[in-house]
């Protein structure tokens, strides 16, 4: 089971982009998934959450600008991105918490899971 992301790129501020994170494998299920960011020299900071019922969070400083959803028939998360600013300049990951899958003979469960993590660069 792994986590694919893509969709990052360079663009000016006041544009757009939209991220997906799509989860390979023979997946059952996928609870939380989130995006994070991690900037240079910073820590990694959550941006957004949806839970499996479909209710999302975003941090306060994208608020407005971002949105989250899921689409579980492709086991994939997006992230919508508008009027970026130069400070989402960051390398963005997606997560899932947990993740039910099928083996050949049961299924199970694996914990905190992330993607390879797509660049986003957003010029002034």
């Known amino acids: 089971v792994q986590l694919q992301a893509s969709g990052g790129g360079l663009v000016q501020a006041g544009e757009s982009l939209k991220l997906s994170c799509a989860a390979s494998g023979r997946i059952a299920s996928i609870n939380t998934l989130a995006w994070y960011r991690q900037a240079p020299e910073k820590q990694r900071e959550l941006v957004a959450f949806?839970?499996?019922?479909?209710?999302?969070n975003l941090a306060d400083a994208v608020k407005g600008r971002f949105s989250i959803s899921r689409e579980d028939a492709k086991n994939t998360v997006y992230l919508q991105m508008n009027s970026l600013k130069p400070d989402d300049t960051a390398v963005y990951y997606c997560?899932?918490?947990?993740?039910?899958?099928?083996?050949?003979?049961?299924?199970?469960?694996?914990?905190?899971?992330w993607g390879q993590g797509t660049q986003v660069t957003v010029s002034s």
């Open positions: 997560n899932a918490d947990r993740i039910r899958y099928y083996t050949d003979t049961r299924s199970s469960t694996i914990y905190n899971v």
């Open positions: 949806i839970t499996i019922g479909g209710a999302t």
